[in-house]
């Protein structure tokens, strides 16, 4: 049985026509209370109600409020959903020109015994309310605004999970939802609350920050399958307290953009964020690790079309801005792009990957910006990293490494390369025929370049100045008999300059082109890798280089 929605005789109210006016639910001085346990459902069947609060559930279960028809519900104060225990209970706003209207607050589940209750915006009905409490103390609440012309706007801030756990809120099929702010998880205990875009066409426009994990753990916002996400600052792990918060970033146009920074791990724990199959991130800055308590954070970009970028003229990303042991990856031919890439900030331990034929452009690459050490960048797997002016390996900072490994692996550095800049024990370590192509070369005092069957290519004639580093011991081979990283010797590497890029590429076994006009450095495989480079007609030729190299 459906009972219409009225109000007292004598208070102006609308309905269209043929519908009924049996029942007095709404005042202006008294709260709409809507509880009878579901025997008969509420139905505001094209009408226009006003009245200055409302509650849907007080103690019972599954009452159910529907508007529809062009039915349009305002509540000046508060709307409360199941508020002191309740579960079940359901809201539906449905219908071209159908909508609810809450001037302060809407609270679904306000009871920590209130579970279960649900939203939903449908058919181009729409929401607007000041503050949306999805579990603002209960658990496993729920909003859906789905739909073409449906849509949500919450003026202040959309709370998903203010204490309770596993509430969600989920925007598809075109729906458009608009907030000026967005917190999952804002108390500890407030878990595994969660919001998804998905679907092209799909929008969610955040005005102001877009926090997974205010102090609560385990949140997650997914956008997917062609959605789109705008906001000012993108934050997961806000405090110390919030751990494990993810986002996910996943279909082709799938779209994460932050005017401001993206922040994975503010100063909160193991928090994660993943950007796959043909997905983006955007953003102004972009840090994993920020302060110093963000740590054991990171962010993987992988798959073809995937990507992430900072925009305008001087955005950075940083992996481990001051947290510690942080890790970025960009693999299986994703890419990255940004003004300066710095590895380890004031942070130590922090790891970027470049693996499986990823790309990643930059002006400049720095470790440990601030003096962080141990920071380390692995580039592999046919990979490319293009930086146009500067890379220092080490800035007033020490144990810091470059790894690069495998054939079409390819480091390539439009200025100089530092490796170590005022700091000890900085290293650039190049295996497995990869290459190092730089304008110019610097090896501070303590640091060093390891080569084992890569080449190393600088710009002109540079004999002189890597006969100076070979000299004095900046340059290491690797020796099977010790299996250690030993000082280079004569007999153990190939320097030549190349004329031309016939040179270069006979040099490298054929598998490098456009390095005449280069210096190469190489080691003299051992026997065992004869057969990768080319045999022993590379052997022949590499020592001819040597001798003339020396001579």
């Not at 006003?50 to 599954?62: K, M, Q, R, V």
Request: aromatic residues 8%; hydrophobic residues 35%.
């Amino acid at each position: 049985m459906l009972t219409p929605l009225t109000r007292k005789q004598g208070l102006a109210f609308a309905f269209a026509a043929g519908v009924l006016s049996t029942s007095s639910l709404f005042s202006a001085d008294v709260a709409a209370t809507m509880d009878n346990g579901g025997a008969e459902d509420f139905v505001l069947d094209g009408g226009v109600f006003t009245d200055t609060s409302a509650i849907l559930g007080t103690t019972s279960n599954n009452n159910v409020l529907t508007i529809q028809n062009g039915g349009y519900l305002a509540v000046d104060d508060s709307f409360t959903v199941s508020a002191i225990s309740g579960t079940g209970n359901q809201i539906t706003v449905t219908g071209a020109g159908s909508s609810l209207d809450v001037g302060s607050s809407l609270y679904l589940g306000y009871a920590s015994e209130s579970y279960n209750n649900t939203l939903s915006v449908e058919a181009g009905g729409s929401l607007t309310s000041a503050n949306l409490y999805v579990g603002s103390d209960g658990d496993t609440n729920s909003v859906t605004v789905t739909g073409a012309d449906s849509f949500a706007n919450i003026s202040t801030e959309l709370l998903v999970g203010y204490y309770g756990e596993d509430n969600s809120v989920t925007v598809s099929d075109g729906a458009l939802f608009i907030s000026k702010k967005t917190t999952l998880g804002t108390y500890t205990a407030a878990n595994g609350n969660s919001v998804t875009v998905t679907g092209a066409g799909t929008n969610y426009i955040n005005r102001g920050d877009f926090t997974v994990g205010y102090r609560g753990d385990s949140n997650g916002a997914s956008v997917l399958d062609g959605a789109y996400l705008s906001t000012r600052n993108l934050v997961l792990g806000t405090t110390s307290d919030s751990e494990g918060n993810s986002v996910t970033i996943s279909g082709a146009g799938s779209t994460v953009a932050a005017s401001g920074y993206v922040a994975v791990g503010y100063q909160g724990i193991n928090n994660t964020m993943q950007i796959s199959s043909g997905g983006t991130l955007s953003g102004g800055n972009i840090y994993v690790g920020y302060m110093s308590d963000g740590n054991n954070n990171s962010l993987t970009v992988d798959g073809t079309g995937s990507r992430a970028l900072t925009t305008g003229t001087s955005g950075s990303i940083y992996v481990g801005n001051s947290g510690n042991n942080n890790t970025m990856t960009v693999r299986n031919n994703a890419s990255m792009s940004t003004y300066s890439l710095v590895v380890g900030g004031t942070g130590s331990g922090n790891t970027l990957n470049i693996q499986s034929g990823a790309s990643v452009i930059a002006n400049d690459l720095f470790f440990g910006l601030g003096g962080g050490t141990n920071n380390t960048l692995n580039i592999s797997g046919a990979s490319s990293v293009t930086i146009s002016n500067l890379v220092r390996v080490g800035f007033s900072a020490a144990g810091n490494v470059l790894n690069i490994s495998g054939q079409d692996s390819i480091l390539s550095v439009g200025g100089t390369l530092y490796v170590g800049v005022s700091g000890n024990a900085n290293s650039l370590t190049m295996e497995d025929s990869s290459l190092v192509k730089a304008n110019a070369l610097d090896i501070a005092s303590g640091s060093s370049v390891r080569i084992s069957g890569a080449y190393l290519a600088l710009a002109g004639d540079q004999l002189a100045l890597l006969n100076g580093y070979l000299t004095d011991g900046s340059i290491l081979c690797w020796d099977l008999t010790s299996s250690s990283w030993v000082t280079a010797t004569v007999d153990k590497y190939t320097l030549a300059y190349c004329d031309t890029d016939a040179d270069g590429l006979e040099l490298t076994g054929g598998i490098y082109s456009d390095l005449g006009g280069y210096t190469i450095l190489t080691a003299v495989p051992e026997p065992s890798t004869y057969a990768m480079l080319g045999g022993l007609a590379v052997l022949g030729y590499a020592v001819a280089r040597r001798r003339k190299a020396h001579a």
